[in-house]
């Protein structure tokens, strides 16, 4: 079945350094690739997505390239900063016989120090 | 107003007991999610709404009821918790409209502690 794997549980950084957080997947359908964000005491809300192979998508100094070859779509930014402090999800979308269900990785905590 | 709400934020209860879990949202989605999550695990799936129709998954089916009474509430119904029941319990809606690309927009979840 679908399955999203993602390695780090926990990534603690200084402030102004790059970050990656990896994700892999599983299917075999078309992927469909999310990533998500939950500050704390906060709604998870979707950071970016891509369905598009080897093409960078881009949001608030995140950024994503989705891999087919592969299978991956890992997070990255150049610079964190420490309202980046956060759990952060990978998900990929799988098709039910009634419509569309996300399959999550377990989430990366991502701590930043000054 | 892109906003999921849910109610209670945090829910005390005792074994045996039932629990029921309620959200809403005003984007008039067709599809409703509830998820549950643990510390240090994936959130996982229990069920969702698409419109009228209830969808269960296989390995919670007999753990979780739901209804929604129309297309802005959902609830999530435990009929006797167990001490297994103890998670954050997240809700989400989308638009069948965006396919496979929808974006998910969740609530801030109830945290449901079981004694």
């Known amino acids: 079945g679908d399955s999203v794997t993602q390695t780090e549980g926990l990534v603690t950084l200084t402030k102004g350094l790059p970050v990656m957080l990896n994700c892999t997947y599983q299917?075999?359908?078309?992927?469909?690739l999310f990533w998500y964000v939950q500050h704390l005491n906060e709604a998870p809300k979707l950071l970016l997505k891509?369905?598009?192979?080897?093409k960078r998508t881009e949001h608030q100094g995140f950024y994503a390239t989705l891999h087919k070859s592969s299978s991956s779509f890992h997070l990255q930014k150049s610079s964190v900063q420490l309202s980046d402090s956060a759990l952060y999800f990978c998900?990929?979308?799988?098709?039910?016989?009634?419509?569309?269900?996300?399959?999550f990785g377990q989430g990366t905590i991502l701590k930043v120090y000054l | 107003d892109t906003t999921v709400k849910q109610n209670p934020r945090y829910k005390l209860a005792r074994v045996g007991k039932p629990v029921n879990l309620i959200c809403s949202q005003t984007?008039?989605?067709?599809?409703m999610y509830w998820y549950q999550k643990k510390p240090n695990q994936a959130p996982k799936l229990l069920l969702f709404?698409?419109?009228?129709?209830?969808?269960r998954e296989a390995d919670t089916f007999e753990k979780f009821q739901s209804s929604r009474p129309n297309n802005s509430f959902c609830s999530l119904y435990i009929g006797s918790a167990g001490l297994e029941y103890s998670a954050m319990y997240l809700c989400?809606?989308?638009?069948?409209?965006?396919?496979?690309?929808?974006?998910?927009?969740f609530g801030p979840g109830t945290r449901l502690t079981v004694l």
């Open positions: 989400a809606s989308s638009s069948f409209l965006g396919g496979h690309y929808a974006e998910q927009f």
């Open positions: 299917t075999t359908y078309s992927p469909f």
């Open positions: 891509s369905s598009t192979d080897n």
């Open positions: 998900a990929l979308s799988a098709a039910t016989s009634s419509g569309q269900k996300l399959v």
């Open positions: 984007m008039n989605h067709d599809t």
């Open positions: 709404y698409y419109d009228k129709i209830l969808n």
